[in-house]
């Protein structure tokens, strides 16, 4: 598919919604844009996984001594959180 869109003055530019829908790109995701010769190649990064997620919290804070119950409690709970905002924002 190939389609033209408009860039703002403010350097903003809007994916048609049908594009959006068919790629499941949702409002406030990340995409990456690579230069590729004349042109730009944008591709979604995808959001990381619970696991992911944990593994950089407990890197992040377990450097000298392992998690407690109730730190990996706050994880599991901070990641719920997250979730439930983003299918609220998808919608």
Known sequence: ???TISVTAQGQLALP???CE???IKPGMA???T???EGLYVTPIPEPTEDELKEVIAAAGS???QQTAEEEAMV???IAEYRAGKR???R
Do not use: I, P
């Open 1 to 3: 598919m190939t389609t």
């Open 17 to 19: 919604k049908d594009l």
């Open 22 to 24: 068919r790629k499941q």
């Open 31 to 33: 995409l990456r844009v």
């Open 35 to 37: 230069e590729v010769g």
């Open 63 to 65: 450097l000298l001594r």
């Open 76 to 78: 599991e709970q901070v």
């Open 88 to 90: 609220r924002v998808g």
